[in-house]
């Protein structure tokens, strides 16, 4: 392969990882692009918005798009979500089909791979996740039961967090994308503007260690990014919306207490991201039902 963009055997486009909410799409995106383009938590439906990250390599580039994880809505916001999946796979040319290593095929993963017969365009491959989290045998074994759901493109067992196999899955996407010259500059990580990647950033905060019944209610919007003349310091007002006056007080906690802990572990992401301090004000708001309301849906950029 030739290192220069610009010769034939160049490839570029669009790879999409699906699978159950937690199965590693996200921490895998992070770690192909060397960069955190999309946040990650043990919470399910932590992904909400179709996030492009990009991966620069020598023979190909790499635009990974992030999804939410597909599943059975109950909600408004859940079958909007559904929809950016499906508007997603019907554009992209490859998707990768992800499994972690460590837990059995169940209906779940079965349901997800029948889906995939809706986008013929695509190709297919199986990626195993979470090598780390399991003996080989166990691997070997998973590596067999996904072999037998369809006949892949191929299939690359990985582990995102001890960087193994990284290199051979990314060479094997480049493969089968199309021959093309690079979509995006050298450099770009990803298309989310700044103020897209602050209110993730905040919302992974907050799902920390909150009720299970909470991350879905969570919402994060941003008033204003102000630098201040008078010093190296970036001031940033956010709302954190919740769906009920409860939810609200679990958030804040005792003496603002965990809202505390919430602006700590958010700055502690951001400053970096913007290379400045940062003062953060949340503000805590109840949005009755948001999740169910057309309206309240859009105003809060879904």
Not at 117 to 133: E, G, H, M, N
Not at 146 to 153: F, G, I, Y
Not at 220 to 237: A, G, N, Q, S, W
Not at 272 to 295: T, Y
Request: glycine share 8%; proline share 5%; with cysteine.
């Amino acid at each position: 392969m030739s290192d220069d963009p610009g010769k034939s055997d160049f490839r570029a486009g669009f790879v999409s990882f699906v699978g159950r909410p937690n199965v590693g799409k996200s921490t895998l995106t992070n770690a192909l692009v060397g960069e955190k383009v999309a946040i990650t938590s043990s919470k399910p439906q932590t992904t909400r918005r179709a996030i492009r990250g990009i991966v620069h390599k020598h023979d190909g580039q790499l635009i990974l798009v992030d999804t939410p994880g597909m599943h059975r809505p109950r909600t408004l916001l859940g079958e909007r979500l559904n929809t950016i999946v499906q508007d997603t796979l019907g554009e992209v040319d490859v998707i990768g089909f992800c499994v972690p290593a460590n837990e059995k095929i169940g209906p779940g993963d079965r349901f997800i791979n029948e889906q995939l017969d809706a986008f013929p365009r695509a190709k297919k491959v199986a990626i195993v996740t979470k090598l780390d989290a399991t003996s080989r045998p166990a691997v070997a074994e998973q590596l067999q039961a996904v072999a037998e759901l369809r006949n892949w493109d191929t299939i690359v067992p990985v582990s995102a967090l001890t960087s193994v196999q990284l290199d051979t899955l990314a060479s094997e996407l480049i493969k089968l994308l199309p021959v093309s010259e690079p979509l995006y500059p050298t450099g770009t990580v990803t298309e989310e503007g700044l103020e897209a990647r602050i209110s993730e950033l905040i919302r992974e905060a907050v799902l920390e260690g909150v009720e299970d019944e909470l991350p879905h209610s969570i919402a994060i919007t941003i008033d204003d990014i102000i630098p201040r003349e008078d010093k190296d310091l970036i001031e940033i007002f956010a709302n954190l919306f919740v769906e009920r006056d409860s939810q609200k007080g679990i958030i804040i906690g005792h003496q603002g207490k965990r809202l505390a802990e919430v602006g700590a572990r958010a700055r502690a992401q951001i400053e970096p991201l913007i290379g400045s301090q940062v003062f953060l004000s949340l503000r805590v708001k109840v949005a009755k039902e948001w999740q169910r309301d057309a309206k309240q849906l859009g105003r809060l950029g879904f």
